[in-house]
């Protein structure tokens, strides 16, 4: 059975996150002082930049594949994703809870910065990808969406699939 979905989240997702981002931002520089502001930026500029390159990196690797066939899958790997989500859980940990547990020996300029700059990297990388895709699909006048391939309750295939807009 294949199942397609949306590739990019809807408008209603973009502008929560949006949202978000910008009472952040006003949030940092209002509540926080000059250390706090500039922790706060590192860890969004890491964490956004991270998390942007990794999934446009794989997006961009078979695109032009993508283009051609209108197709593109994997086979779904169930152990690397299993490495890849303990990997993310870990860091997720860490990332929203060293912070927390850090906050009697922390100052709070490093506390607030660091765990507002992970959540809100972490929500940029998305919302950065997501416009990329966006691009992706005006430049390339076609609709993209998220394809999976099942054998019965078994994922077998992951990839996208792409179709040009009926309009032209």
């Known amino acids: 059975m294949k199942e397609e979905a949306r590739a990019i989240a809807s408008n209603r997702s973009l502008g929560y996150w949006f949202v978000l981002l910008s009472l952040s ?3 940092v520089f209002v509540a926080g002082d000059l250390g706090a502001d500039i922790i706060w ?7 956004s930049i991270i998390g942007f390159f990794y999934r446009t990196d794989s997006f961009l690797k078979n695109s032009n594949e993508l283009l051609r066939n209108g197709k593109i899958t994997t086979p779904y790997n169930i152990k690397r994703q299993h490495r890849i989500l ?7 940990l860490a990332a929203f809870f060293a912070p927390l547990f850090l906050s ?4 709070f300029e490093l506390w607030f910065g660091s765990l507002l700059g992970i959540i809100d990297g972490w929500i940029l990388g998305l919302f ?9 699909q ?5 609709k ?3 394809l999976e391939e099942w054998n019965g309750s078994t994922l077998t295939e992951r990839g996208f699939s792409s179709t040009k807009s009926e309009d032209n």
């Open 104 to 107: 009697v020996a922390l100052n």
């Open 128 to 136: 950065s990808y997501n416009l990329f895709l966006i691009n992706w």
């Open 144 to 146: 993209l969406y998220v």
């Open 41 to 47: 930026i590192s860890f969004v500029g890491i964490a």
């Open 138 to 142: 005006k430049k390339n006048d076609g």
């Open 25 to 27: 931002i006003l949030l």
């Open 86 to 92: 303990i990997v993310l859980m870990l860091a997720t």
